[in-house]
C-alpha cells in the first residue's frame, strides 16, 4: 500500500512516539494529585542526571546530584506557586515558550530522518527552484544626470545603441561600469536591491533603461542573460537533506496543530463581534 510507504507517515507516527516520551519523562509536565507533596522519585533523578550529563559530558558526583535535586526541589516548588497564582496567564513569553517547545517536539521528528536517494531526488524535482545555479547577467551601466529631460534619455538611448561611446562623466565613474556573469546577489549587493530584477526586463545586446539604483538612474546594456540550471544531488545532497527535512518538519507541523484543534470546540467571533470589538 502507498499509504503504508509513505515517509511522512512514518515520521508523523514517529512525532506521536516523541511527544509520548516527551509526557513520561518530563517531571515538571504531570500534574501532582497533591500540590503541597513533591516526590523525587527515580524517574525524576534519571531525567536531572540526563540534562547534567548532557551538558558536562560525565556523570553527576554525590554532591552535584544532591545540589541538582535540591534545585529541582526549589523550582517546582516557585513553578507550583506560580501557577496557583495564575502567573502563567497572558504571559506572553510563558505562551510563546510553550508553543516553541511543542514546535521543537514535531521538528525534532524530521531532524532525526535520514532520506534515501530516491526521497532527495522526488524532493529536487518538487522545488526545482531551490536547487538550481542562479541566473547570471553580464552588462555594462552609465549614469545620467538627474536633471535630464525624458527628450534627452531618449538621444542619449539612440546615440549609445548607434555606436557612440558612453559620456565619461555622471555617476558611472562611482561604481562598476561592466560586471561579467554576476548573480542576484552580487548585483544587488553592489547597485542596491531590485537591480538585478530591473535588468531581466531588458533586452540583450541593445541599450536600454532607465533603471533605477541606491546611487541613482543608469542606462544598460545587458550583453548576456545565463538561464539558471538544475544541479545534480550530488552537489546540493547536504543542502537538499535540510530543505527536505524542513519541509518534512512543516508537514508534520501543521498535520499534529490540525489533530490536536480537531479535539477541540472553539468559538469564534463573527465579523460584526470583531469590527464591534476593534471599535471599543
Request: aromatic share 8%; with cysteine.
Amino acid at each position: 500500500m502507498t499509504f503504508v510507504r509513505d515517509p511522512f507517515v512514518h515520521f508523523f507516527l514517529l512525532g506521536c512516539v516523541i511527544f509520548g516520551w516527551f509526557y513520561v519523562l518530563n517531571p515538571t509536565s504531570e500534574t501532582p494529585e497533591n500540590p503541597k507533596e513533591i516526590e523525587i522519585s527515580e524517574q525524576v533523578y534519571d531525567v536531572l542526571q540526563t540534562r547534567f550529563e548532557a551538558q558536562m559530558q560525565r556523570s553527576p558526583t554525590e554532591e552535584e546530584a544532591l545540589a541538582l535535586v535540591n534545585q529541582y526541589i526549589r523550582q517546582e516548588v516557585l513553578v507550583r506557586e506560580a501557577l496557583a497564582l495564575g502567573l502563567d496567564q497572558g504571559d506572553g513569553i510563558v505562551r510563546n515558550r510553550m508553543v516553541q517547545k511543542m514546535a521543537f517536539l514535531t521538528e525534532s521528528a524530521a531532524q532525526s530522518a535520514v532520506p534515501d536517494d530516491a526521497t532527495l531526488t522526488d524532493h529536487i524535482e518538487a522545488y526545482p527552484d531551490r536547487f538550481q545555479s542562479p541566473a547570471k547577467i553580464t552588462f555594462e551601466q552609465v549614469g545620467i544626470s538627474p536633471t535630464m529631460s525624458q527628450t534627452e534619455v531618449a538621444g542619449l538611448l539612440t546615440k549609445l545603441n548607434a555606436g557612440e561611446a558612453p559620456p565619461a562623466d555622471g555617476i558611472s565613474s562611482m561604481l562598476m561600469p561592466k560586471m561579467e556573469r554576476a548573480d542576484q546577489r552580487q548585483i544587488d549587493g553592489t547597485f542596491g536591491r531590485g537591480m538585478f530584477s530591473q535588468l531581466i526586463g531588458l533586452n540583450p545586446g541593445q541599450w536600454g533603461g532607465p533603471v533605477v539604483s541606491g546611487y541613482g538612474t543608469h542606462l544598460v546594456r545587458v550583453a548576456e542573460f545565463v538561464e539558471p540550471t538544475p544541479l545534480s544531488l550530488d552537489t546540493v545532497r547536504d543542502k537538499a537533506i535540510a530543505d527536505w527535512r524542513n519541509t518534512l518538519a512543516a508537514r508534520l507541523r501543521e498535520t499534529n496543530e490540525a489533530t490536536l484543534l480537531s479535539q477541540y470546540t472553539i468559538s469564534r467571533p463573527d465579523a460584526e463581534t470583531l469590527q464591534r470589538w476593534i471599535a471599543q
